[in-house]
């Protein structure tokens, strides 16, 4: 839920408004994914080394099927809060010599073309995913179409995520870019 | 088909997009343009990465290191780092250096590592008399070394392009990361003594420095406990890296006492999205290996180098003055899945061990992490010390000549590769 916004507030465009209120929601589903698979991922693992080096049984089929399963929603759901957060890594030197005006067009138009991309890439991944539907798995009995629903479901987040931010830059001006934090990166 | 792809990977590059949407359209661009190969191709190679088991080593030892940083572990290591060397010439300098030796050992993320040590000590070096600009290149430079000490994502990205076992790159980072840290240190003494920067000349605290130390323990035993079980071959490194965050949970609950629900979840996270971040760089990446292998790029590249340069010493001088400029424009884990594919086959053919190969390709592709014009640790370092990029890159100079010279000797002394 967004925090209610007053009438004398800043004005804050409504557009932008309700962009901040699709980004919350995104955002906080997104987050819900990532801790939960993330625990799942953790605990399946931790029960498949249990299994194997100290009651040594072997190792446990299910806890070897289901981070396969998961891995992919763990991941989209990263991709996608990496797009609202700005963390994906870039190399932004052109940006350093543009215009204020300029540099608003750019990030607009960039943000558009990755919308548009992914947008195809979720009408491939939907074709994949009903291909790979007829698969299960062997264990879990799972339809091998989970993982291209995750990328499916990802690609579109990020297409959202994407028009967004070239919505709030056209509107606000280039700042309105989420620009990441260098603690969060992975070089 | 691979030349629309090239041009459109550098058109958009240099249009400022994510390197990860970079690779994914491209690709995408270049099979619509082809024809030859369906666009499912593209899916397909994405969804395959996720499937990866030994690829979910990322978000944990992301997590484990996430969960050891986020506490007061910080203020602990870099307090030992400076007890261990402030008293000696250039030993303000050297704590940056050896503070990251140390938190490259928790972390392992330059980036992360300028930023958090940064953050900390450049602002105490200034206010005892460095020059802006040398802290902020020290602390460029030094941030390097987190990505040689293990658990290092980069090798784990490379082991992915090249078949190489885990264990034997994590190993093999651990003398050129000491190698870097050792000269490091000695640029700052040489640089302190021809400058006359300032030293602390208090008498070195036995018992303080002993109480330090234990209390830096656990963080400093996390490394060495995932090298002792990879070594071994007690588990795969999926396995270590979950051992790893159950070890960091352990910690945080019974040593430092500072864990929480919350910041667990902020751990996790946190390891999520620099999960994506990655794996979006190997999904897009595995597309463009895919096509270039269709196209026989590698193979091609390999015999027009045999061909040309002939001499194994010419090719390798090749591949690092490649991967050096390569470094300079691309981030660090995408030229790693890039120019992976294409060095592999050519390390083969010249019989060249392709963990020396993995070690140099690291060690040259960090020094574009503090090299301008997209010097990432750089342009931290420099913000953070308040001086100019340029200025900062000035300083640079005794750095690059360690640098280059450790580069040398790990692409010519195949020894040195344990």
Not at chain 2, 118 to 128: A, N, S, T, V, Y
Not at chain 2, 296 to 303: G, H, K, L, V
Not at chain 2, 382 to 400: D, N
């Given at each position: 839920m967004t925090a209610p916004t007053s009438n004398i507030s800043t004005a804050r465009p409504m557009v932008i408004v309700g962009l901040d209120a699709?980004?919350?929601?995104?955002?906080?589903?997104?987050?819900?994914?990532?801790?939960?698979?993330?625990?799942?991922?953790?605990?399946?693992?931790?029960?498949?080394?249990?299994?194997?080096?100290?009651?040594?049984?072997?190792?446990?089929?299910?806890?070897?099927?289901?981070?396969?399963?998961?891995?992919?929603?763990f991941i989209m759901s990263g991709v996608v809060l990496a797009v609202q957060g700005g963390n994906h890594i870039a190399v932004d030197l052109v940006m350093h010599y543009l215009s204020p005006g300029a540099l608003r067009i750019l990030v607009v138009l960039t943000n558009l073309l990755v919308c548009v991309?992914?947008?195809?890439?979720?009408?491939?991944?939907?074709?994949?995913?009903?291909?790979?539907?007829?698969?299960?798995?062997?264990?879990?009995?799972?339809?091998?179409?989970?993982?291209?629903?995750?990328?499916?479901?990802?690609?579109?987040?990020?297409?959202?995520?994407?028009?967004?931010?070239?919505?709030?830059?056209w509107v606000l001006g280039a700042d309105a870019r989420p620009q990441g934090n260098p603690e969060d990166s992975v070089e | 088909m691979i030349l629309?792809?090239?041009?459109?990977?550098?058109?958009?590059?240099?249009?400022?997009?994510?390197?990860?949407?970079v690779l994914v359209i491209a690709s995408g661009a270049a099979i619509l343009y082809g024809g030859e190969v369906p666009t499912l191709l593209v899916a397909q190679q994405m969804v395959n990465q996720t499937q990866s088991f030994p690829m979910l080593?990322?978000?944990?030892?992301?997590?484990?290191?996430?969960?050891?940083?986020?506490?007061?572990?910080?203020?602990?290591?870099?307090?030992?780092a400076t007890e261990l060397v402030q008293r000696y010439r250039g030993g303000l300098g050297s704590v940056s250096v050896v503070g990251s030796c140390v938190f490259g050992g928790v972390s392992g993320s330059a980036v992360a590592d300028a930023t958090a040590l940064g953050g900390m000590l450049i602002p105490w070096q200034k206010r005892e008399g460095y020059p802006a600009a040398f802290t902020a290149a020290n602390n460029a430079a030094a941030a390097s070394i987190a990505i040689l000490i293990p658990p290092s994502i980069p090798f784990i990205l490379y082991s992915l392009v090249s078949n190489v076992s885990i264990a034997d790159l994590f190993i093999a980072g651990v003398l050129p990361g000491l190698m870097l840290t050792a000269g490091f240190v000695a640029v700052c003494n040489v640089s302190a003594r021809l400058r006359g920067f300032p030293f602390a000349e208090h008498p070195f605290d036995g018992p303080k420095c002993r109480k330090l130390f234990i209390e830096a323990l656990p963080a400093l035993a996390m490394p060495a406990m995932i090298l002792l079980l990879l070594r071994f071959?007690?588990?795969?490194?999926?396995e270590v890296s979950v051992i790893a965050v159950f070890y960091a949970l352990a910690a945080g609950i019974f040593f430092y006492r500072d864990m929480t629900v919350k910041r667990f979840g902020q751990a996790l996270i946190a390891a999520g999205v620099a999960t994506g971040v990655v794996m979006l760089v190997i999904m897009g990446?595995?597309?463009v290996s895919w096509l270039m292998t269709y196209a026989q790029i590698p193979q091609t590249f390999a015999?027009?180098?045999?061909?040309?340069?002939?001499?194994?010493?010419?090719?390798?001088?090749?591949?690092?003055?490649?991967?050096?400029?390569?470094?300079?424009?691309?981030?660090?884990?995408?030229?790693?899945l890039l120019l992976g594919p294409i060095f592999v086959p050519l390390a083969q053919a010249i019989n060249m061990d392709l963990t020396q190969l993995g070690v140099v390709m690291v060690l040259t592709l960090a020094i574009g992490l503090y090299t301008p014009p997209v010097g990432t640790t750089l342009f931290i370092s420099s913000s953070i010390a308040q001086t100019s990029i340029l200025a900062s890159s000035r300083e640079l100079g005794p750095f690059y000549l360690v640098a280059f010279g450790t580069v040398l000797m790990f692409s010519y002394l195949p020894f040195l590769t344990i």
């Amino acid at each position: 839920m967004t925090a209610p916004t007053s009438n004398i507030s800043t004005a804050r465009p409504m557009v932008i408004v309700g962009l901040d209120a699709l980004d919350h929601w995104i955002g906080t589903v997104c987050r819900g994914v990532v801790l939960s698979t993330g625990a799942a991922l953790l605990v399946s693992i931790a029960i498949g080394v249990v299994a194997r080096y100290v009651i040594t049984v072997g190792g446990v089929d299910w806890a070897e099927e289901v981070p396969k399963q998961l891995f992919a929603w763990f991941i989209m759901s990263g991709v996608v809060l990496a797009v609202q957060g700005g963390n994906h890594i870039a190399v932004d030197l052109v940006m350093h010599y543009l215009s204020p005006g300029a540099l608003r067009i750019l990030v607009v138009l960039t943000n558009l073309l990755v919308c548009v991309a992914y947008v195809y890439l979720f009408g491939v991944a939907m074709e994949v995913a009903e291909l790979a539907a007829a698969e299960r798995n062997p264990v879990l009995g799972t339809p091998g179409s989970l993982p291209f629903y995750a990328l499916a479901a990802g690609a579109v987040l990020t297409a959202v995520g994407s028009l967004s931010i070239a919505i709030r830059v056209w509107v606000l001006g280039a700042d309105a870019r989420p620009q990441g934090n260098p603690e969060d990166s992975v070089e | 088909m691979i030349l629309v792809m090239i041009l459109a990977f550098f058109i958009l590059l240099a249009l400022a997009i994510p390197v990860a949407h970079v690779l994914v359209i491209a690709s995408g661009a270049a099979i619509l343009y082809g024809g030859e190969v369906p666009t499912l191709l593209v899916a397909q190679q994405m969804v395959n990465q996720t499937q990866s088991f030994p690829m979910l080593a990322l978000p944990f030892f992301i997590l484990a290191g996430s969960l050891m940083m986020s506490g007061r572990l910080g203020e602990k290591l870099v307090g030992f780092a400076t007890e261990l060397v402030q008293r000696y010439r250039g030993g303000l300098g050297s704590v940056s250096v050896v503070g990251s030796c140390v938190f490259g050992g928790v972390s392992g993320s330059a980036v992360a590592d300028a930023t958090a040590l940064g953050g900390m000590l450049i602002p105490w070096q200034k206010r005892e008399g460095y020059p802006a600009a040398f802290t902020a290149a020290n602390n460029a430079a030094a941030a390097s070394i987190a990505i040689l000490i293990p658990p290092s994502i980069p090798f784990i990205l490379y082991s992915l392009v090249s078949n190489v076992s885990i264990a034997d790159l994590f190993i093999a980072g651990v003398l050129p990361g000491l190698m870097l840290t050792a000269g490091f240190v000695a640029v700052c003494n040489v640089s302190a003594r021809l400058r006359g920067f300032p030293f602390a000349e208090h008498p070195f605290d036995g018992p303080k420095c002993r109480k330090l130390f234990i209390e830096a323990l656990p963080a400093l035993a996390m490394p060495a406990m995932i090298l002792l079980l990879l070594r071994f071959g007690f588990a795969t490194p999926t396995e270590v890296s979950v051992i790893a965050v159950f070890y960091a949970l352990a910690a945080g609950i019974f040593f430092y006492r500072d864990m929480t629900v919350k910041r667990f979840g902020q751990a996790l996270i946190a390891a999520g999205v620099a999960t994506g971040v990655v794996m979006l760089v190997i999904m897009g990446s595995a597309i463009v290996s895919w096509l270039m292998t269709y196209a026989q790029i590698p193979q091609t590249f390999a015999e027009w180098c045999l061909g040309t340069l002939q001499q194994p010493w010419l090719i390798i001088l090749a591949m690092v003055l490649i991967m050096m400029v390569a470094g300079m424009f691309i981030d660090l884990p995408a030229a790693i899945l890039l120019l992976g594919p294409i060095f592999v086959p050519l390390a083969q053919a010249i019989n060249m061990d392709l963990t020396q190969l993995g070690v140099v390709m690291v060690l040259t592709l960090a020094i574009g992490l503090y090299t301008p014009p997209v010097g990432t640790t750089l342009f931290i370092s420099s913000s953070i010390a308040q001086t100019s990029i340029l200025a900062s890159s000035r300083e640079l100079g005794p750095f690059y000549l360690v640098a280059f010279g450790t580069v040398l000797m790990f692409s010519y002394l195949p020894f040195l590769t344990i």
